[in-house]
């Protein structure tokens, strides 16, 4: 079992640069996985493209990722030592592809490992290192991935009616029954059903009036209007669960990765997956994405036709609507759910 790396001492590189706290690390006289760790501390919340930080998820699967490789370049692709994670050359990536590929990993997870070595290029200023896919003789069918959705993910179009399983599993678990009947008003996420609070983040728009204040991916807040029936609904059922105003609505016995793994459970006892009823929770958010682009174009999204005619300055505003109300700070996020743009002839 590997050693424990030791946690970088924050108080001792206090005013120090990041060269300056690396210097500290000669190549060759320090272990390679602790010099690994202090890049981690030093940069692991940079996005890979943007400037922007990353999820804690990102971080967490990324330095998860990481460790791993290094780890594996001895223990399974043959080097007789890890190197020094600056010492990172194209034998190192090439030699763990060929040990995913022998391990029959798809081709979507290693292009994602591969993202995560084009972040790690990047820390240690080598930022073309790591190349496309193609590069190490993938083909394109195989790693390309379909930024807009190729059908139809709601429950409506896989004709399951979301009230009638909701009740159900709200009759055998309230808080679950509550997180989806969120998720199918406001198009939540997952784990932004589990973390809202019903009572605390409603809260006063200065001209959207009575709102839901959601924080998702990267702090990105937004608001979603308290402007129906179905969602006054949604939040006083959420409201019956919690214990107190400023409560989240998860089982308070419990922490957030025990409610989220409870959620999973139910929606699996239930049917809820893509092997039972052929949907999942994320396809409630689908649901109510397409069907806001519907009231705010008149015709449904190419992922439910292609038949309808819409204009392209109405299309791109819509999509940008639906992007905000998703949390995506990308307009073009909006395709994952609604697909790519009408394949019939426009008015421009």
């Not at 010492?87 to 290693?110: C, D, F, N, Y």
């Not at 008149?298 to 392209?312: I, L, S, W, Y």
Request: charged share 25%.
């Amino acid at each position: 079992m590997p050693r424990p790396q030791q946690p970088v001492r924050r108080s001792a590189l206090a005013g120090l640069t990041p060269q300056q706290i690396l210097a500290r690390y000669p190549p060759g006289r320090c272990e390679p996985l602790r010099v690994l760790e202090v890049l981690i501390e030093l940069y692991n919340t940079q996005h890979t493209a943007l400037e922007k930080t990353v999820s804690f998820k990102t971080r967490q699967e990324r330095a998860q990722f990481l460790r791993r490789f290094f780890r594996d370049l001895k223990a399974k692709a043959g080097f007789s030592t890890a190197p020094d994670p600056r010492s990172l050359r194209q034998k190192h990536v090439q030699a763990m592809i060929k040990v995913w590929q022998h391990e029959g990993l798809a081709p979507a997870t290693i292009q994602t490992y591969l993202s995560f070595l084009r972040g790690l290029a990047q820390w240690i200023g080598k930022p073309g290192l790591v190349r496309s896919p193609a590069f190490y003789g993938m083909a394109q069918v195989d790693f390309q991935r379909h930024e807009n959705a190729q059908y139809d993910h709601s429950w409506l179009a896989q004709g399951v009616l979301a009230s009638a399983i909701i009740e159900q599993v709200r009759a055998f678990d309230g808080y679950v029954g509550a997180s989806l009947g969120l998720i199918l008003a406001f198009g939540l996420r997952r784990k932004e059903s589990v973390l809202c609070r019903p009572y605390a983040h409603v809260q006063e728009h200065e001209t959207l009036g009575p709102c839901l204040r959601v924080t998702g991916k990267g702090g990105r807040v937004r608001w979603i209007p308290v402007d129906s029936a179905e969602r006054h609904q949604a939040l006083r059922l959420a409201r019956q669960m919690v214990v107190h105003a400023d409560a989240p609505l998860g089982d308070p016995a419990h922490d957030l990765r025990h409610n989220l793994r409870r959620f999973d459970y139910v929606l699996k006892k239930f049917g809820v997956t893509h092997a039972g009823l052929g949907v999942t929770a994320h396809g409630l958010r689908h649901q109510v994405l397409i069907e806001h682009y519907t009231a705010l174009t008149g015709v449904a999204p190419p992922v439910r036709t292609d038949e309808a005619v819409v204009d392209k300055t109405v299309d791109r505003a819509a999509r940008r609507t639906v992007a905000e109300l998703a949390g995506h700070a990308r307009p073009r996020a909006s395709g994952a759910y609604l697909g790519g743009m009408h394949s019939r002839k426009q008015r421009s």
